[in-house]
């Protein structure tokens, strides 16, 4: 058994002003929840030879998926958007082709967070609400919530928090230890959503907030996944934002320990 899980990353990509180029990057945050939990984060690039990931893939004992602009909408049936809400083409087309491959071809454990939890439905056949805000009304009649950051000002801005609701029996209530009858608060940076009409295969939701927007999904309990016990998460926030809390933190602890019985 190795004493320390390695757990794969991918990368944004973004212009670097001071170079006037674009560069590849990870937040911090991201590497220090994996070191927090125990776990060797290793960043891997978004290659233009889409195929080179797989040579990566027998070193690592997990992967978590990062967040980040928006995926092109042509691979779920969506609408056209602005070109500044999307991700740089060479990074999406990576990261599909990442996640249709370890989650179809590989039994490693998966955590996607944020972007990277609606890139684990999109990359098994779902799509998305693509702007919350205009798109979405909650069935109750519920008022929206504002997840995205560009939605608050002041010091709502980047504090904003709001508490989900979890299913019962749950991988979600299980992983943060928080029992489904406590509040669990979480924060919000998003403006889509994971569509409940149409989540992708093996998963279903299990976490929402008070506007019916999709927090969590994990394998379905009649999928493959749930019968072999296999570790696949994806939260709509930010956990390692809020690592200094015990279920947030508790998230990445789930993964490396899913990596260490790998």
Not at 13 to 26: A, P, W
Not at 125 to 139: F, H, K, M, N, Y
């Amino acid at each position: 058994m190795k004493k320390h899980p390695v757990i794969g990353l991918n990368m944004s990509m973004d212009l670097i002003d001071k170079y006037e180029k674009f560069g590849m990057l990870v937040p911090v945050s991201y590497v220090d929840a994996v070191t927090g939990a125990g776990g060797v984060p290793v960043c891997f690039p978004p290659y233009t030879d889409t195929s080179m990931f797989k040579q990566v893939l027998p070193l690592l004992d997990g992967v978590l998926l990062i967040g980040g602009d928006d995926y092109r909408p042509e691979h779920y049936g969506g609408h056209s958007q602005p070109v500044d809400e999307l991700m740089p083409e060479r990074r999406d087309r990576f990261d599909l082709e990442l996640a249709k491959w370890i989650l179809e071809e590989t039994s490693l454990p998966v955590l996607g967070v944020c972007g990277g939890h609606q890139l684990i439905s999109i990359a098994l056949g779902g799509a998305l609400i693509q702007d919350i805000r205009t798109e979405w009304q909650a069935s109750s009649g519920a008022q929206t919530l504002k997840h995205s950051r560009r939605e608050r000002a002041g010091r709502q801005k980047g504090s904003f928090r709001h508490p989900v609701r979890r299913e019962t029996d749950s991988l979600i209530v299980r992983v943060t230890q928080v029992p489904p009858d406590e509040i669990l608060q979480t924060n919000s940076f998003h403006h889509q959503a994971a569509h409940p009409e149409k989540i992708g295969r093996y998963l279903r939701a299990t976490a929402w907030s008070s506007d019916e927007v999709i927090e969590a999904i994990e394998p379905a309990l009649d999928s493959p996944w749930a019968s072999s016990g296999r570790f696949v998460l994806g939260v709509q926030w930010h956990p390692e934002q809020m690592q200094d809390e015990t279920p947030h933190r508790n998230i990445f602890l789930a993964l490396t320990e899913a990596a260490q019985r790998k």
